[in-house]
């Protein structure tokens, strides 16, 4: 069974912190994926990785950035955290290309809370 | 802009009825369709896909209908059952495009009373 694990379920930091969000998946996956999912708005996509240190923007990167130097492992970055980033955040990952149904893996969510 | 909608945000439905779920998309190279259920405080899981060439998949209580003249897609469960209560998201790709990223719709709350 493909798993997807994330650092942390719950997590409460105060604005200005730098947070970090961990992801660690263990199917050999190339894609990684960083959503965000709040009431009303669906999943909106923060960034992704096709490959290691490679990474392109989502629909929403202002305030996140991300790092991938390992292949099983992409993490999320709050430079400066606020208080509208109070949200769950969601890793995914799959594979790239060649097999094509690009189904993506999720973990279980990080609430993170900014106070 | 959203390439994919979900205009229902709730859908409530009595046990042993059909639920019917709709999906509409904009982008015609979407060629690849996905649905996900997601229970509170757990990350999304697969449930069903479909591909552009097909216009019908079934998996046990669930199918999902393609109609691509209209953009689009539906997803059926007989009979639903309370365990069914979760925000369904509908998911589109374009294979041809790049780095397998998946567009999701806003998601319905389904609601399954006994």
């Known amino acids: 069974d493909v798993k997807v694990t994330q650092s942390s379920r719950y997590l409460v930091k105060r604005t200005g912190e730098k947070v970090f969000l961990e992801c660690v998946q263990d199917?050999?996956?190339?894609?990684m994926f960083w959503y965000r999912q709040d009431p009303g708005l669906g999943l909106r996509l923060i960034y992704f990785?096709?490959?290691?240190?490679?990474?392109e923007k989502g629909d929403i990167p202002e305030g996140y950035s991300v790092s991938r130097e390992k292949k099983e492992r992409f993490s999320l970055i709050l430079e400066s955290a606020s208080t509208n980033q109070t949200s769950m955040y969601l890793c995914?990952?799959?594979?790239?290309?060649?097999?094509?149904?690009?189904?993506?893996?999720f973990g279980p969510g990080t609430r993170l809370t900014v106070t | 802009d959203q390439q994919v909608k979900q205009n229902s945000p709730s859908l409530s439905v009595q046990e042993g009825r059909i639920s019917i779920l709709n999906c509409d998309y904009t982008?015609?190279?979407?060629?690849?369709f996905l649905w996900y259920k997601k229970y509170p405080a757990e990350g999304p899981t697969f449930l069903i896909s479909?591909?552009?060439?097909?216009d019908k998949n079934e998996d046990g209580r669930f199918t999902v209908f393609l109609n691509k003249s209209a953009k689009h897609l539906s997803l059926h469960i007989v009979p639903s059952q309370p365990g069914d209560s979760a925000v369904y998201f509908c998911?589109?790709?374009?294979?041809?495009?790049?780095?397998?990223?998946?567009?999701f719709g806003r998601g319905t709350q389904l609601t399954v009373w006994p």
């Open positions: 998911a589109a790709n374009d294979r041809g495009s790049t780095l397998g990223r998946l567009y």
């Open positions: 982008n015609s190279m979407f060629d690849y």
């Open positions: 199917m050999d996956h190339e894609n």
């Open positions: 990785s096709y490959d290691v240190k490679m990474k």
């Open positions: 995914a990952s799959s594979f790239s290309g060649g097999i094509g149904t690009y189904e993506q893996y």
């Open positions: 479909i591909s552009s060439i097909k």
